[in-house]
């Protein structure tokens, strides 16, 4: 909720509302959604011919404001917001006066008291994502510093996104712009354990076979083959 002003004494003007009658603090310009309970509020008057400045405090989420941006005001007066901020992957939407982007603003109006903070709205850009090379995937349009999937094939380890499809230089892990990405797999492989033997372990990879090794032999036991289970 932004709060009205009040019509001032003659020869004075407002000049904020406060949580105490000493005026100290921070000037109280909206009551934040979800806020409950009672509030009281106090009115600041000065003379008419006093001039306030209230500060512009900027909150830009990892962005960069545009050079020149005010950082102050003075109280009573317009002041159009011609401030941007940029952010890699990101698309400005604006100003707000609060952190959930409800209010927004675009001028400092005659009625704005004290000290205001503008919250910068970014929204993630979209790319367009090419994949080859994995079962299921195709074209995707993810949002920028999206975690790419991790793709599965039987008997194969996937060992990430490149750019080329010989698959060399630096995988690609987060989506950071419109692009074909080649899967790159290596064949897995396995280790087979002989369970109550002293035969050493073998490592297979997925589709080969190994050479069946001699029987064992434990006295008073006879051998009756190999199993997967106890």
Not at 9 to 37: C, D, H, S
Not at 53 to 78: C, D, H, M, R, W
Not at 122 to 137: K, N, P, R, S
Request: glycine residues 10%; charged residues 20%.
């Amino acid at each position: 909720i932004t709060l009205p002003n009040p019509t001032a004494p003659e020869g004075k003007k407002f000049a904020g509302w406060y949580l105490n009658a000493e005026y100290t603090g921070e000037v109280v310009n909206i009551i934040a959604k979800g806020t409950t309970g009672d509030i009281k509020l106090y009115a600041k008057y000065v003379d008419e011919g006093v001039e306030v400045k209230g500060k512009i405090n900027y909150e830009l989420f990892g962005a960069t404001l545009s050079e020149g941006a005010p950082t102050e005001y003075v109280q009573g007066t317009v002041l159009e917001i011609t401030a941007t901020a940029t952010k890699a992957g990101y698309i400005f939407k604006g100003w707000y006066l609060d952190e959930t982007m409800t209010i927004e603003v675009k001028e400092i109006s005659a009625s704005m008291t004290g000290d205001i903070t503008l919250y910068a709205k970014l929204e993630a850009d979209v790319y367009e994502i090419t994949f080859v090379g994995a079962t299921g995937l195709d074209k995707q349009t993810l949002a920028y510093g999206t975690t790419l999937p991790v793709p599965s094939e039987t008997g194969w380890k996937f060992a990430g996104w490149y750019e080329n499809p010989e698959c060399t230089g630096e995988a690609v892990t987060t989506v950071t712009k419109s692009v074909t990405l080649y899967a790159k797999w290596v064949v897995s492989e396995y280790k087979v354990t002989f369970n109550g033997t002293t035969l050493p372990d073998v490592e297979v990879k997925h589709g080969e076979r190994i050479e069946k090794p001699s029987n064992p032999t434990k006295t008073g036991y006879t051998f009756v083959g190999w199993y997967s289970d106890n």
